[in-house]
């Protein structure tokens, strides 16, 4: 939305993510299935990037990404969505 409201559609954007499953879903590189958790907002950010012509995607393993899975945790939790916690 703020690209959007910028008119940054044709700037090259550099996105990075620590979950390597949504970075190659934005890439078409994976399918996104509706019914799993989080699968509507990877339908709705798939198709908002199509909007964009220059998106560069990059993979940050989490490990090597502390501050940005923190501030994604905060957010996630300030609008009310919980975490599923896989346990092994």
Known sequence: MYLQENGLEKEEIHIFG?????????????????????GY?????????????????????????????KAAETALLEIDIKRKIWSK
């Open 41 to 69: 907002m990877a339908v709705r950010n798939a198709e908002l990037i199509q909007q964009f012509n220059n998106l560069k995607f990059k993979w940050i393993p989490r490990e090597e990404n502390t501050f940005a899975d």
């Open 18 to 38: 620590d979950s390597q499953m949504a970075i190659k879903q934005m890439q078409g590189e994976y399918k996104i299935d509706p019914q799993k958790a989080y």
